[in-house]
């Protein structure tokens, strides 16, 4: 039951240069939206939010997108740095629980 | 700033043992959780803990499962009788933030490593 999905498991990407990372979701219950980061052997550290009420939030070199209609969002890093290469995993939350639900995570590389 | 921390970061068990996890929430902070990572899988959610009640819990969190929060400050989860699949990261999280009544803003701690053999 994958609920969110990220589907690109691993991207690489020069420094300077965008990221972007992708995430879908099915349950139209989600009403607000998170990513995190992770680095190997430490919990997830939380980089920013949107509510189903917006469709961006932006916070310094990070943006989330979220297209409702599309059941869609995007985190957009700019301009991307060697230590923003880590795991980054998009989370759901919904109205109806308090709990979240991780898509799979992408890794991250950003090269010098 | 404030963090979730968790003791021990590794615990190695013999298969049926009991394993207890432990975890100090951020101090002001009134909802609870607990998730695991089985290597190279997604992270899920266990359980949801508020108002020293269970709020939530997923099928993961069978009988064997169990969570305490014994002192006002920790907050553990129990294994009681180990079983080689529950190797996992175990991360604890706390909450007090709320937007529009719904809490957010998970904190997460760095997780304990727990190796079943």
């Known amino acids: 039951d994958q609920q969110v999905k990220q589907n690109s498991p691993s991207l690489s990407v020069q420094e300077g240069r965008i990221s972007i990372l992708n995430c879908d979701y099915t349950n139209s219950m989600f009403d607000y939206f998170l990513w995190y980061k992770k680095y190997p052997a430490e919990g997830p550290t939380f980089l920013i939010s949107?509510?189903?009420?917006?469709d961006k939030n932006e916070d310094g070199r990070f943006t989330v997108f979220l297209n409702k209609s599309a059941k869609h969002l995007s985190l957009h890093i700019v301009p991307s740095q060697p230590g923003d290469s880590a795991v980054y995993f998009c989370?759901?939350?919904?109205?109806?629980?308090?709990?979240?639900?991780f898509g799979g995570g992408t890794r991250l590389m950003v090269k010098p | 700033e404030p963090e979730v921390t968790q003791t021990p970061s590794h615990q190695v068990t013999q298969m049926g043992q009991e394993v207890i996890l432990r975890c100090v929430p951020i101090?002001?902070?009134?909802?609870f959780y607990w998730y695991r990572q089985i290597l190279g899988q997604k992270v899920e959610f266990l359980v949801s803990f508020y108002n020293n009640e269970i709020s939530e819990k997923s099928e993961i969190f069978d009988d064997q499962f169990s969570v305490e929060r014994p002192d006002g400050s920790n907050f553990t989860l129990k294994i009681r009788s180990t079983k080689l699949e529950d190797s996992a990261m175990y991360f604890c999280?706390?909450?007090?933030?709320?937007?529009?009544?719904?809490?957010?803003?998970?904190?997460f701690g760095s997780g304990t490593r727990l190796t079943v053999v």
């Open positions: 989370a759901a939350d919904s109205n109806a629980g308090n709990m979240l639900t």
């Open positions: 101090s002001n902070h009134l909802y």
């Open positions: 999280a706390s909450s007090g933030h709320s937007v529009q009544g719904k809490v957010r803003g998970y904190t």
């Open positions: 949107i509510s189903s009420i917006k």
